[in-house]
């Protein structure tokens, strides 16, 4: 309850709600904090399960509505004592084994995952600092050879690539006589080609196209005309003396010019153009056209008819085939990955991964693309060997740390392991216990807070067993209270009533009862203690027992009366500063005639029609006068009720309730609300009413106890 006026003033105004007719029992209205409705006039039902004789009160929620459970104190504290030395029994013993991962093994995959973590950067920069300057290399290299073979003159590349066939067979022819004079002569070679018909082709192929194979092409030509030349000898019909000395002058002969360099430099320009280019760059660079060498395939094509029709030389003619992704251009070449099939000696097709280098130039009107590609082998080969190095680096730092990390959890884990020893004993129930473990860092600043832990522990425990007896008082007190509120709603015919409670803790110190005085009289009373929690229940417990003594035993049908008596025997007893307010109605149910007293309370609201009228007769809180000036105060008021009739008795936490700013709800909305509701049978006015106080409070917390009692005549 909140602040009471001083004595003889009237209370802060507060909203009662009452209606009687011939329904059974009214049902408490429904409320955000109460899911389904229940007795109006009742306490919260209760749930109880009684487990000893002593037992306390125990809230199952923490809503004022919440269903109680009776739990016996002192059988759930041996539980939970006996519950908690078993499970930390268990762990001490090790039957509860300790899962997941140990802190050792923690520390160890941590130093090796930081380490690990560490290598792998290493490795990702080595690493790729290394291919960059391979490939940068590799692409400088196939530049300076594209750009060597685009600079040499354009009309020396047409003359070879399109120079006029019968003019290089007559260059063919002329090589060849030099070797064998006779070559030109029908009549000397008639024998020849009978005796070998395969010159005639590879005399063909040799001045029917260009590349760097023809020079070797030319060179086996000639060896095979050697031997038809020796064979057609051999078929003559010569002294053998005068045969072998013939034969031996043809192999001279031939092995002569074979050897020649000079004559080989002829055959070199002849087959193979690039040959000019590549001889002194074999010097300078130190290039490798042979196979496994860096350079591929070099070629020089006439694309000026189209792609699918080139005219070409070549040095390792291969099957190439090109990416088309992740080309680029550096200083006007297309620089981008391929792949070159090439046909080894065994006759097989290898893959080679390999970088193209490509150039376009327009000379004369034709269109020219020089083009170089350059083997990635050895790449490949760098950095595989780049690869296992870093990985046994690796490797090695792992261990390492692996070691160091072993190191350092044994340091660890050996005085945590003293402290969790420590913690099972102290969990066993020995709070005197004080652990020995000892260190000069992290670790002993824990076991010095473990100590000051188990000291306050053990204090902890103290006050929660002190806490628990005052919680077994408490629930008493709840449940005492609980059976103070009338159990069944009141029933007069022709009269709607209906009534709602609320208290703002597990006990309150608002009191509504009904009292059947005799056949013709009953009586509605509401009342409010100062004062909430067990001092204010055992207050209200005395008031309830003293006014239902006089009005039940006595038969006493005036409420003015009533309270004289009642103030009498509690101001002698109750505790100096405390006080008692309360509005006593007794209604005459044959002439429907209502007598109002007031102590002190909130007025009671009679609405008629649209017409709220407050009775509020004179009179002081109960308690605080002895009987003198209480009994010069008190005063009486008769009503007589009409159909359609409604009365509202409340508690001041009723127009009191705050939202979250702290703003009240206050008379004048109670009033207006009412007189809007008052057409309502009494459950559903309650159910609006409180639907319309639970929207004002919000999330802000109940401050004071709720009551509201309603009566309708309905005739």
């Not at 939970?80 to 995959?109: F, T, V």
């Not at 000036?629 to 509202?648: A, K, N, Y």
């Amino acid at each position: 309850m909140s602040d009471k006026p001083e004595p003889g003033k009237p209370p802060v105004t507060k909203k009662i709600v009452k209606s009687g007719s011939t329904q059974p029992a009214a049902a408490i209205p429904k409320t955000p904090h109460q899911p389904t409705p229940k007795p109006a006039p009742k306490n919260p039902p209760t749930s109880v399960t009684k487990k000893t004789a002593t037992s306390r009160l125990k809230p199952a929620s923490r809503e004022p509505h919440g269903p109680i459970e009776v739990v016996s104190s002192s059988d759930q504290q041996e539980e939970e004592q006996k519950a908690r030395r078993n499970s930390m029994a268990a762990a001490a013993s090790g039957s509860d084994a300790m899962k997941g991962i140990s802190l050792r093994w923690k520390i160890m995959i941590a130093m090796a995952g930081v380490t690990l973590l560490a290598a792998m950067l290493i490795f990702v920069v080595v690493y790729n600092k290394a291919v960059d300057q391979l490939n940068a290399e590799i692409d400088a290299k196939g530049l300076r050879l594209v750009n060597t073979i685009a600079s040499i003159d354009g009309d020396f590349w047409l003359m070879s690539l399109h120079q006029d066939p019968m003019i290089r067979r007559e260059r063919v022819d002329s090589l060849i006589r030099e070797v064998w004079p006779d070559w030109t002569s029908p009549e000397a070679r008639a024998p020849i080609l009978r005796k070998d018909g395969s010159l005639v082709d590879r005399h063909t192929k040799l001045w029917g196209s260009l590349g760097a194979e023809k020079v070797d092409a030319g060179k086996m030509f000639l060896n095979t005309l050697r031997e038809a030349i020796k064979g057609v000898i051999t078929d003559t019909e010569l002294r053998p003396d005068v045969a072998a000395t013939q034969k031996s002058n043809i192999d001279s002969q031939f092995d002569k010019k074979l050897n020649d360099p000079a004559y080989l430099k002829k055959m070199q320009e002849l087959f193979d153009p690039l040959g000019k280019v590549l001889v002194p760059l074999a010097a300078t660079e130190k290039i490798d056209l042979l196979e496994g060498g860096d350079i591929v395939q070099m070629s020089v094509l006439d694309i000026t008819m189209g792609t699918d029709r080139p005219r070409s030389v070549s040095v390792n003619p291969n099957e190439m085939k090109l990416s088309e992704q992740e080309k680029r251009i550096i200083g006007g070449v297309e620089v981008g990955d391929a792949t070159a099939i090439e046909t080894e000696k065994s006759g097989a097709k290898r893959s080679r991964p390999s970088r193209s280098f490509r150039r376009d130039l327009e000379h004369r009107g034709a269109k020219l693309r020089f083009y170089v590609l350059l083997s990635l082998d050895h790449i490949a080969d760098a950095t595989g060997q780049l690869r296992k190095m870093i990985f046994l680096a690796t490797l090695l730092s792992v261990l390492v740390g692996l070691a160091i990390a072993w190191w350092l959890s044994q340091r660890i884990t050996e005085p945590v392991k003293t402290l969790i020893a420590d913690i099972n004993q102290v969990s066993e129930g020995d709070l005197d216990h004080q652990t020995m473990a000892h260190s000069n860092d992290e670790i002993g600043m824990l076991a010095d807070t473990f100590n000051r832990m188990t000291t306050a522990l053990k204090a902890a425990h103290e006050q929660e067993m002190e806490a628990k007896a005052m919680e077994h008082e408490l629930g008493i007190a709840a449940e005492i209270q609980a059976n103070l509120v009338p159990k069944r709603m009141l029933k007069v015919p022709g009269h709607d009533i209906s009534a709602y409670y609320r208290p703002s803790k597990e006990v309150g110190g608002d009191y509504y009862d009904f009292i059947d005085i005799d056949e013709n009289h009953c009586g509605l009373i509401v009342a409010d203690v100062s004062g909430k929690g067990v001092p204010g229940s055992l207050v209200m417990s005395m008031t309830r027992a003293l006014i239902r003594m006089e009005a039940e035993r006595f038969k006493n049908t005036s409420p003015a009366q009533t309270l004289v008596y009642v103030n009498r025997m509690l101001a002698q007893d109750i505790k100096k500063g405390m006080f008692v307010t309360a509005l006593y109605a007794i209604l005459d149910k044959q002439t429907n005639k209502l007598a109002v007293t007031s102590a002190g309370h909130n007025p009671m609201l009679l609405i008629k029609g649209k017409e709220v009228i407050k009775v509020n007769p004179k009179g002081m809180a109960l308690g605080i006068d002895k009987g003198a000036l209480f009994e010069r105060t008190i005063s009486e008021e008769t009503l007589q009720l009409v159909p359609g009739d409604r009365i509202v008795l409340y508690t001041d936490g009723t127009v009191e309730a705050m939202n979250e700013e702290s703003e009240e709800f206050t008379d004048e909305r109670f009033e207006a609300l009412c007189q809007q509701l008052s057409t309502k049978d009494s459950n559903s006015f309650l159910n609006l009413i409180v639907k319309a106080l639970d929207e004002h409070k919000g999330e802000a917390p109940q401050h004071d106890d709720q009551t509201i009692v309603t009566l309708r005549f309905t005739g």
